[in-house]
Structures are given as structure tokens and as C-alpha cells.
């Protein structure tokens, strides 16, 4: 669903993340995090369920083994903390970090066709991800597939610690 054929209210306006535990991040990274942030800001569609009142604002942050988001309205009203627990994404956050070293280092050295077989197992890790945030979120927010990949980007992004 592209930006104009939805509801202005369903729509995320501002991202922040939780800064507090990142110690440094590779120029990639950090270059992955703004991408994400600025594509979700550019085109998303987020709607908490049952409630009207957005257009929304969201923090992301890791809290307890947790990631929890932060969603308030863009009004500055009262915002609702969202705990989802980490455990069911371990596994794919680790491989998905194991493609990417792959694929950054492939990039200086391989072929082109190494390259796009690594690439597409890490779309694939990407997709897999997303799809799992969705399904986690579950009946409290409703995201579509391109906000989910940006999220999970920002979820990868928020487990490196420096």
C-alpha cells in the first residue's frame, strides 16, 4: 500500500532510536540505520489497533531483553510502551549479521555472482525477519511488508553494542 492510498493517521512521523547503549557503529551501519529511518519517515503505513489518534511517534529501544517501542501521538499525548520479547529473533539477528560480514567482504573481493548469491540470502534473512515482527506485533499494531524490513533493519541496528 503506497503512502496515498492510506489513511494520513496511520502513519509513523517520527523515529527515534535509544542511543544510550550504542558505543560506535561501522560507517555501514550507520548508514543502514539513516536509510531506514528515512525510507519509514518517506512511505510507511503503522496502525495501533483500536486507536485513531496517530499519525504516530515512535522510539525504539532495547530494554530488559526486550525491544520495546514507544508510540505516542504526534501531538505529544500520552504514549503506550510496547514490550515484545527478543528470544524468537535471536537466531535470525545472528545469521542475518553473518550474511552481511559476508557480504560487506564480499563486496572487496568477490565476483559479481558471489556477491548476488550472498545478497539474496540476505534479503531472504531480511524477509524472514520482518515477517517475524509482523507476526509478533501481532493484533496490537498493524504494519505493512516495507515498514517491517526497515524495522528490522533498526531492531539489527539497536543489538549492536560497539
Same mark, same amino acid.
Given at each position: 500500500?503506497?503512502?496515498?492510498? @492510506? ?13 544510550? $547503549? ?12 539513516? #536509510? ?11 496502525? #495501533? ?7 504516530? *511517534? ?21 504514549? $503506550? ?20 560480514? @559476508? ?42 511488508? @516495507?515498514?517491517?524490513? *526497515?524495522?528490522? $533493519?533498526?531492531?539489527? #541496528? ?5
Amino acid at each position: 500500500m503506497s503512502q496515498s492510498d @492510506s489513511d494520513p493517521r496511520k502513519r509513523i512521523v517520527e523515529l527515534t532510536l535509544d542511543e544510550r $547503549t550504542v558505543v560506535r557503529r561501522s560507517p555501514e551501519i550507520e548508514h543502514e540505520r539513516a #536509510v531506514a529511518i528515512f525510507d519509514i519517515l518517506e512511505e510507511n503505513c503503522f496502525e #495501533v489497533v483500536g486507536d485513531e489518534s496517530g499519525p504516530y *511517534r515512535v522510539h525504539l529501544m532495547i530494554e530488559e531483553n526486550r525491544l520495546v517501542l514507544e508510540i505516542g501521538t504526534s501531538d505529544r499525548g500520552a504514549s $503506550t510502551r510496547l514490550p515484545l520479547a527478543l528470544n524468537p529473533f535471536r537466531r535470525i539477528v545472528k545469521d542475518y549479521f553473518t550474511v552481511c560480514e @559476508s557480504y560487506y567482504a564480499a563486496i572487496k573481493r568477490a565476483t559479481p555472482g558471489q556477491i548476488e548469491a550472498i545478497d539474496m540470502g540476505r534479503r531472504g534473512l531480511h524477509d524472514e525477519g520482518a515477517e517475524l515482527l509482523r507476526q509478533r506485533l501481532g493484533d496490537k499494531v498493524v504494519i505493512d511488508k @516495507s515498514t517491517a524490513r *526497515r524495522l528490522f $533493519t533498526l531492531l539489527c #541496528v539497536l543489538h549492536i553494542r560497539g
